[in-house]
């Protein structure tokens, strides 16, 4: 037996793997040369370096893994490798986890990541084998490392083969059947056993040398033998030395995926893996080349006469030029390659991006005028089809992807932009457990347990009905992929994983990909619940404070990419990422807020170091210093409440204004709905009152207002009666766990804040409307979405809001008990005074100021010029007011009394 722990060789630097990342077309896996099977590429060369070890494999944790020299190799020094999975301190007070005390020192060693064949799924009678070059003990040690953390010492350090997968994703912390074979660096080697129930213990010898250098063959075979069977691991090393070990196992735990498995600092590479399985057919598994390519619509702008927007697009591999041709037809006469390019970029793969491109897309004609279809194509290739399995038809895990000829086959689609507006609502996405089918006894979610797997969508039928919604905008607000739901990735990769997971399966893609997206990212989306207020930036910008600095860093640098196409992201900055979307017929606009990262703490014992400890609510969640939307941001909205000329605003990201939802009351020990210290209550925008006060009160200040958010895990449509303001909530989509409602909750209520309410609607997991009935039985779990309708061209523009089970067709009944079919008109603080109807410049952006140059309102003129008669709130009537037209050549200036 050899111990090896004191050599170190082929150490990496921090990153240094980066050096890896080729422009290769397509990876084979070492030994059966496997390699791309997309359309004509299907014999693309393989490449010798790489960060993508391609098609034929799959895993939770691809940043485990690179090709080096042609081989799978181990790979360390990714970027952010030393998450942790935790929570901000205010988690560990609210849920009394270590006496109310987050600790701040923490083992970062990485549990078993595990590199599974997706193409073999195999039964109780096979072999496996595989060849590992050993190349001695990573160097990744840092200043301040603890020699006690698990990755230094002898026998955490392991490679070996994974056997008996369920799900291709049993790795890291969510191995369920998976065991693991292989050498440990301790100079062991055999069976490393299970825990849990109906765990089984290791058994472990003795093994021969191992020396830098060695090339270790290692076999696993598999014997049924009456009701068991025989599962014989052998090591041999390049002297001859052999050693095997024995075990019998039921056939249930010897059936699955195979692959390899790597732990803690063993430095290895495989350039050799063999699957021998007569009895087992070979799994079909064809690859997607584009995992997604969406439309930010907020991006949508007029460049010099000339529409652009931005596409992001997540490719499966390394590649060259990503480019986009958009077309006025979906299949165009003379072919899609005819069409001519409209935008292109190169695919970058650098410390937080992983194989992306942002493309700004220059469109042939304004998407107020016609509907537009796009291809994407990658290195002169077409590779806008979805080839995976179950996309066109309703199917176990699918949900629904379209009417389209055969599978995948369809273009992209951006639906053309004018009134009525119409949005769908999506939020609190999720990936794992159970798929919900039709029974006898109505809908019961079934799975999950054991066999726990990625599923693209929580319940067949899933958007079934998407098409006749005629929507044109998914707005995807808070928790849209929940990057540490499943695990706090270590690298860029995972993180990337986590996110394809999410939004780049069959039927999300399609519904990103045939519409225009906002995508407004909340807490769990940066990889951590409740990331909000100061205590985010101190996280990005200290190292000792419980969580891996680059961790947070890699996140915020990724959202912003992918929410805005962002090429260079400050990792330490706050992002300014609030905006207004406003519609070519600059008739309604679509502003989107954070309200989380600019908000104030939500301590309030500020001063127990000042004397004051006794108290610890000095600084309560009602004081007026305290800040919502930080001072810059909600100058934006106050300029563009007053200064936008759209008829009709919808706004997102204010996540619970008013106080209808109720705090963690059970594991806050509280009878309270909203303690002050509960991290549950201060995680809505209400807990911030006196900041939401100030928003309320600014929202209310004009007609046509309203505001839609996700994050509560409900859907709910209420209307403060006070101010006349409308705020819906919409969710989930695939998580479960609705925030409960306040004492008092009904269709006539009062907030926790007193404000005065009434409600349309409530969609809960508990409470089917707002008398807080319960569901009938057999009726679909709550996952929903909201059905939202602007109609800027109306004489009156109106509102319809109504709330629908991810199954439900248009014409069924609006979930949650009833709906709110409005007008502008119906909506605001009553109106002082008004500006009359009058005559002006036609198609022109019309705005209000004070005789002191204040701005109060703006407006649009009719094609004829016509300005409908203009409500004012808060200004008495007999004011004088200044009223300016601009066409965008011209413009005209009266002046007018209020009346």
């Given at each position: 037996m050899a111990m090896t722990r004191n050599v170190r060789a082929g150490g990496v630097e921090r990153r240094d793997f980066l050096k890896l990342s080729g422009g290769a077309v397509a990876v084979g896996v070492v030994g059966e040369q496997v390699v791309s099977g997309a359309g004509d590429a299907a014999q693309a060369a393989v490449a010798r370096d790489s960060l993508n070890v391609g098609p034929g494999w799959e895993s939770l944790n691809p940043g485990f893994w690179q090709v080096s020299d042609g081989a799978v190799r181990r790979r360390f020094g990714n970027y952010g490798e030393r998450a942790r999975k935790t929570g901000f301190p205010f988690h560990y007070e609210s849920h009394g986890r270590n006496g109310g005390v987050m600790p701040v020192a923490y083992d970062p060693s990485l549990p078993p990541g595990t590199l599974y064949r997706n193409d073999w799924k195999l039964g109780d009678n096979w072999t496996v084998s595989a060849e590992f070059v050993y190349h001695g003990i990573a160097d990744v040690e840092r200043d301040g490392d603890s020699p006690a953390w698990k990755m230094y010492q002898p026998g955490y350090g392991l490679l070996g083969l994974a056997f008996g997968a369920k799900s291709l994703f049993e790795s890291y912390d969510k191995v369920r059947n998976t065991e693991f074979v292989g050498w440990t660096d301790d100079g062991q080697f055999g069976f490393l056993g299970t825990s849990g129930k109906g765990?089984?213990?290791?058994?472990?010898?003795?093994?021969?040398?191992?020396?830098?250098?060695?090339?270790?063959?290692?076999?696993?075979?598999?014997?049924?033998?009456?009701?068991?069977?025989?599962?014989?691991?052998?090591?041999?090393?390049?002297?001859?030395?052999?050693?095997?070990?024995?075990?019998?196992?039921?056939?249930?735990?010897?059936?699955?995926?195979?692959?390899?498995?790597?732990?803690?600092?063993?430095?290895?590479?495989?350039?050799?893996?063999?699957?021998?399985?007569?009895?087992?057919?070979?799994?079909?598994?064809?690859?997607?080349?584009?995992?997604?390519?969406?439309?930010?619509?907020?991006?949508?702008?007029?460049?010099?006469?000339?529409?652009?927007?931005?596409?992001?697009?997540?490719?499966?591999?390394?590649?060259?030029?990503?480019?986009?041709?958009?077309?006025?037809?979906?299949?165009?006469?003379?072919?899609?390659?005819?069409?001519?390019?409209?935008?292109?970029?190169?695919?970058?793969?650098?410390?937080?991006?992983?194989?992306?491109?942002?493309?700004?897309?220059?469109?042939?004609?304004?998407?107020?005028?016609?509907?537009?279809?796009?291809?994407?194509?990658?290195?002169?290739?077409?590779?806008?089809?979805?080839?995976?399995?179950?996309?066109?038809?309703?199917?176990?895990?699918?949900?629904?992807?379209?009417?389209?000829?055969?599978?995948?086959?369809?273009?992209?689609?951006?639906?053309?932009?004018?009134?009525?507006?119409?949005?769908c609502g999506l939020s609190c996405h999720a990936i794992t457990s159970g798929l919900q089918q039709r029974t006898a006894d109505g809908w019961q979610i079934l799975g999950g347990g054991d066999d726990w797997q990625f599923r693209d969508q929580p319940t067949v039928d899933s958007y079934r009905h998407l098409e006749d919604y005629n929507f044109q905008i998914m707005c995807w607000e808070d928790d849209v992929w929940y990057l540490e739901l499943v695990l706090y990735p270590p690298s860029t990769d995972d993180a990337y994983r986590m996110i394809s997971a999410t939004i780049c399966g069959p039927t999300t893609r399609w519904q990103m990909m045939r519409h225009w997206n906002v995508i407004n990212p909340g807490d769990h989306d940066y990889g951590m619940d409740d990331v909000k207020g100061p205590e985010q930036?101190?996280?990005?910008?200290?190292?000792?404070?419980?969580?891996?600095?680059?961790?947070?860093?890699?996140?915020?640098?990724?959202?912003?990419?992918?929410?805005?196409?962002?090429?260079?992201?400050?990792?330490?900055?706050?992002?300014?990422?609030?905006?207004?979307?406003?519609?070519?017929?600059r008739d309604f606009t679509f502003a989107i807020l954070d309200s989380r990262l600019w908000r104030s703490s939500q301590d309030t014992a500020i001063w127990d170091d000042e004397g004051w400890g006794h108290d610890r609510q000095v600084y309560d969640r009602t004081d007026p210093t305290r800040s919502l939307l930080g001072e810059e941001q909600f100058a934006w909205l106050q300029q563009l409440i007053r200064t936008d000329s759209s008829r009709l605003i919808c706004l997102t990201g204010l996540n619970g204004m008013h106080t209808v939802w109720s705090g963690g009351k059970d594991y806050s020990r509280t009878d309270d709905d909203f303690a002050q210290r509960d991290r549950v209550a201060a995680d809505y925008a209400g807990w911030v009152a006196a900041g939401c006060d100030r928003v309320i009160e600014l929202l209310g200040s004009r007609e046509g207002v309203v505001s839609v958010y996700g994050d509560v895990h409900n859907g709910c449509i209420m209307r403060n009666t006070q101010h006349r303001l409308i705020e819906c909530s919409f969710g989930p989509i695939g998580r479960s766990g609705g925030r409960a409602v306040i004492e008092g909750f009904g269709r006539q209520m009062q907030d926790y804040d007193g404000r005065p309410l009434e409600v349309a609607a409530l969609y809960h997991k508990t409470h089917a409307d707002p008398e807080l009935n319960p569901h009938a039985f057999g009726q679909p779990f709550y996952w929903n979405f909201l059905e939202m309708e602007f109609d800027a061209a109306a004489a009156d523009p109106g509102i319809g809001l109504r709330i629908r089970n991810l199954v439900d067709a248009p014409g069924e009944q609006p979930r949650g008990g009833g709906e709110l079919n409005t007008a502008a008109s119906a909506t605001g603080r009553l109106p002082a005074s008004q500006v009359e109807r009058h005559q002006t410049l036609a198609n022109a952006d019309v705005r209000v100021v004070s005789e002191a140059g204040l701005p109060l309102r703006a407006t649009r003129s009719d094609s004829d010029g016509w300005v409908p008669q203009t409500p004012l709130v808060d200004v008495a009537p007999g004011s004088v007011v200044i009223v300016t037209a601009f066409n965008g050549r011209e413009s005209e200036s009266r002046v007018f009394r209020t009346s």
């Open positions: 765990g089984v213990p290791a058994a472990l010898q003795a093994a021969p040398e191992v020396r830098i250098g060695d090339t270790l063959r290692m076999t696993l075979r598999a014997v049924r033998q009456g009701q068991q069977t025989e599962i014989t691991a052998t090591l041999e090393t390049p002297r001859g030395e052999r050693i095997s070990v024995v075990q019998k196992r039921a056939a249930r735990r010897v059936s699955g995926y195979v692959g390899i498995v790597g732990r803690g600092l063993a430095d290895f590479s495989v350039p050799r893996f063999d699957v021998d399985a007569a009895e087992d057919a070979r799994l079909q598994t064809p690859q997607i080349e584009c995992l997604t390519c969406y439309p930010l619509g907020d991006t949508l702008q007029l460049v010099e006469g000339n529409w652009t927007v931005r596409f992001v697009a997540l490719f499966s591999s390394e590649g060259g030029r990503a480019e986009v041709r958009v077309s006025a037809q979906e299949s165009p006469a003379e072919g899609w390659e005819a069409v001519p390019v409209c935008g292109a970029a190169d695919i970058v793969n650098h410390e937080w991006r992983r194989n992306t491109a942002s493309i700004a897309v220059t469109l042939p004609v304004s998407p107020a005028d016609a509907t537009l279809y796009y291809t994407v194509w990658k290195d002169g290739r077409n590779v806008t089809a979805d080839p995976r399995p179950g996309t066109a038809a309703v199917g176990p895990g699918t949900g629904y992807v379209g009417d389209v000829p055969s599978s995948g086959s369809y273009a992209g689609r951006l639906p053309r932009l004018q009134a009525p507006y119409r949005m930036l101190a996280l990005r910008r200290k190292d000792g404070l419980g969580q891996d600095r680059d961790y947070l860093r890699r996140n915020f640098q990724i959202v912003q990419h992918l929410i805005r196409g962002d090429e260079s992201v400050d990792p330490e900055a706050n992002p300014k990422k609030w905006r207004a979307w406003k519609m070519p017929n």
